[in-house]
């Protein structure tokens, strides 16, 4: 794998003497002081590629990833599995910036600032999150303005999903499968998040939530009765087909699960990874507009 270091730019005279070409205030509260605009970024998360290229970026290192990798990041230096950054093929890029992913590589952050190297820690799991995300890289890259009109472009998708369909406060559970079993996902999760964006009310709001994920809470079969929701969503980890078949099975053989109005009237519904289990970062709208097409497949049709 070739090094990043082999197509170092030269760097310009003209960011001489700046005071401070910008300062972050990051996901960790931290206010990072950037001297000059960095010219060699690595991030620890592809799901940051899309986003920072929007808004006039570039990298030279990035992570491994089969589903979020744009064409213009292929061929850039790998620094490893998302989960397994590799520190010392960060070094080799000789960044001047590492954007690290919040929940997944703060770990990185103590060596990497050792080594004289400026980090940024962004989170992503929300909209509002995903919206403070592509500000902090529009002043990374210097084009604040960029990030301002994505960002109402993205809103305006977002009004534009809500206009196609009536403003029902649906009552919805959302039921996250893993191998482990499963999870209810809160406000703070992805379809959480999505599900509050076009104005439906979570059953789960205000469960307490489990110690080593805030942003879900764990599953009872009585609970579930009690709450009662109309409509089911259902994320999951593994593969989306076996995960359907399970839950199928398992509403077939257990009597509880047939009085759920959601599962009586046959609203249940099985969301895309793609936009649902790691975050859709600029794709919000189409993780909106999926949501939304659940319930009103008519109001999409062309």
């Given at each position: 794998m070739a090094g990043c270091g082999s197509d170092r730019k030269e760097q310009g005279a003209s960011s001489a003497g700046a005071e401070s070409f910008a300062t972050i205030h990051d996901a960790l509260g931290r206010d990072v002081?950037?001297?000059k605009k960095p010219e060699r970024i690595v991030v620890t998360s592809a799901s940051f590629l899309e986003p920072l290229h929007e808004v006039g970026g570039d990298v030279v290192g990035r992570p491994d990833s089969k589903t979020k990798m744009p064409d213009y990041a292929k061929d850039?230096?790998?620094v490893g599995k998302v989960y397994q950054i590799d520190v010392e093929k960060v070094l080799a890029c000789e960044p001047d910036l590492v954007i690290v992913n919040k929940g997944m590589n703060e770990k990185l952050v103590g060596?990497?600032?050792?080594n004289g190297i400026k980090?940024?820690?962004l989170d992503m799991k929300s909209y509002e999150d995903v919206k403070d995300e592509v500000r902090a890289m529009a002043k990374i890259t210097g084009e604040t303005q960029k990030g301002e009109d994505l960002i109402a472009s993205m809103d305006q998708q977002i009004a534009d999903v809500k206009a196609k369909i009536p403003q029902d406060k649906?009552?919805?559970?959302?039921?996250?499968s893993?191998?482990?079993g499963l999870t209810v996902?809160?406000?703070?999760s992805i379809a959480g998040c999505t599900a509050k964006l076009l104005g439906w009310d979570n059953v789960a709001a205000g469960m307490t939530p489990l110690e080593k994920n805030p942003d879900a809470a764990p599953y009872s079969m009585e609970t579930l009765v009690e709450q009662n929701p109309e409509v089911l969503f259902i994320t999951s980890m593994g593969d989306i087909n076996e995960a359907k078949a399970g839950m199928d099975k398992m509403m077939q053989e257990n009597p509880a699960w047939q009085t759920i109005d959601a599962v009586k009237n046959g609203h249940v519904y099985y969301l895309p990874q793609d936009l649902f289990l790691l975050s859709p970062g600029?794709?919000?709208p189409e993780a909106v507009e999926t949501m939304a097409k659940c319930l009103y497949p008519e109001a999409f049709k062309k």
């Open positions: 002081m950037l001297p850039k230096a790998s060596t990497l600032e050792d980090t940024v820690v649906h009552r919805v559970s959302i039921i996250h893993t191998n482990q996902q809160l406000d703070g600029i794709h919000y």
